[in-house]
């Protein structure tokens, strides 16, 4: 799950709040949420 919502988090497909529900619901940890929101998105 953390690989799908690295690419649609660099492809501008989710927002931060995106990533944060999915941390709380337990798809992702603590640290993949930092490490996906750590990374750059693309320009558009």
Known sequence: M?????NMWILR???EKFVSTQCTR??????ERDM???TPQITQ
């Open 13 to 15: 497909k989710v927002d």
């Open 36 to 38: 996906i929101l750590a």
């Open 2 to 6: 953390y690989n799908f919502i690295l």
């Open 26 to 31: 337990g798809r992702i940890t603590e640290q």
